[in-house]
């Protein structure tokens, strides 16, 4: 990750993600675990972090959706959330979200925003 805060960092590349399929892991700030997925055509950038228990999403390491292909899981207590808008549809903290990441997708690479931006 670039030190240069004005300087977007590459977190990887926007055909790894494929539509439903595992997500891919990078850090949004040193230290602090971020995901992006793909999801109706277009690419989602959240927090690793539930809100309601601050743990990991992800079941196995970059496995993000549940079953039905259509939410995002907690892996700690199964809640559910929109990939789109990071909304907690079901679970113990419905009607909380997951913390957005601002990714940039340029010439098939995937960018994080500046620092100002993903704060």
């Not at 494929?18 to 891919?24: F, K, S």
């Not at 892991?25 to 230290?31: V, W």
């Not at 950038?45 to 990991?56: D, F, I, M, V, Y």
């Not at 957005?100 to 993903?118: K, N």
């Amino acid at each position: 990750m670039s030190t240069d805060p004005t300087t977007p960092a590459t977190v990887g590349t926007a055909a790894a993600l494929v539509e439903g399929g595992a997500g891919l892991l990078f850090e949004c700030l040193p230290g602090v675990a971020a995901f992006a997925v793909r999801h109706q055509g277009r690419i989602h950038a959240w927090r690793n972090r539930c809100p309601h228990q601050g743990t990991p999403l992800d079941w196995d390491p970059g496995w993000f959706f549940a079953d039905d292909g259509r939410h995002l899981a907690c892996a700690t207590h199964g809640a559910l959330f929109e990939p789109g808008s990071g909304l907690c549809v079901a679970g113990p903290c419905r009607g909380a979200r997951l913390t957005p990441v601002a990714l940039i997708e340029r010439d098939g690479e995937l960018f994080l925003a500046p620092l100002a931006a993903r704060a």
